[in-house]
Every structure is written in C-alpha cells, then in structure tokens.
C-alpha cells in the first residue's frame, strides 16, 4: 500500500455534465455517490434531498423517474455537473475525496455565456473550486466574475449526512439561486 493510502480507495469518475439550451444556473456538486454511481444518475440516493428541493424551488411537479427530473431541470435552464472529474475515495463521504482531478468549470462557463449564477452543493463543492480554479474566487467574492457578471454561492449540501437542516432552512437557503 503506498504511503497515502491511494492503493485502499477506489477510483470513481462523474458524469458528463448535464446542459440544456441557454443555461442561467450551473449547480455544482463534489462527486456522484456510490449509488449515483451505480444508477448512473446524479442524487440517486432516496435519501438525498436535492430532486425534491429541486421541485418545490421550481414548482413542478416530483417526478417520478430520472428523465423526468432531467427535463425539470433543463426547462428551468438549470445545469449540472460535479467539481471532481476523477478521484480515489472508498463510499460516498465528501470527506474522503483524495487525488482529485478537476472538471474544466470555467471552459463550461466560457462555453455557456447565459450562465449568470453557479451554486455549490455543499462546502466541499465550493472547496475543490476554490482548490483548482481559485483565480476566480477574488472576483466571485466581490459579487461576479470580472468578464462577466457570475455570481457564486455556497449552498446547504442536500446530503443525507447534512440532516441537521429542515426543510424549511434548505428552501429558504436554496432560493437564492433565483434571486436574479
């Protein structure tokens, strides 16, 4: 086993990211989760609160399989990704993320100027951002990017593991990605 102990985690890699026509909001996640992984779609986990926040914040109806989560999302011109490409880690834990390779965030935001605002699922989200593209955090804590006006946000993580928020404190915290 080599010293960083790499050799006992596997490695798991995200998903493409999930774009519609003229984006305005870009969530970003840390990494998919065991079960995501094994579904092969982004917050699989039941217990996971982002797909029913997503339908209260949006006021659509819950859907029921993941095309129709799919499709919510992009007719409200909302995209996702995750921050991490590939890493090693063993289960889902945020905590345990090690060796982390970077999606190419900013080519994402160049390529979709109609992205006005990017929220982070969690801290750890918004860490690894700063960790890989911190060249953009000066401007994002000033209130937007210096291009162009993107404002960033750091979110309650809907992980099951973030349970000591209520419903309540999460949509109140969650709005603010519509706030422009």
Known sequence: MDPSGAS??????SF???VGENPEILILG???GEESLRRQEYYAKPQNRFWPLMAKLTRSPMPQDYAGKRAMLLSHRIALWDMVRQAAREGSAD????HDVPNDVPSLLRRYATIHTVGFNGQ??????KKH????????????????NIHFLTLLSTSPANCQYDEATMLLDWKRLFAR
């Open 133 to 148: 593209f911190g060249e953009w955090m000066p401007a994002a804590e000033a209130g937007g990017d210096t291009m162009r």
């Open 30 to 32: 840390s990494l998919p």
């Open 16 to 18: 493409p990211p999930m």
């Open 124 to 129: 750890k989200a918004a860490a690894l951002f």
């Open 95 to 98: 905590t345990e993320i090690r």
């Open 8 to 13: 006992a985690m596997r490695t798991k890699r």
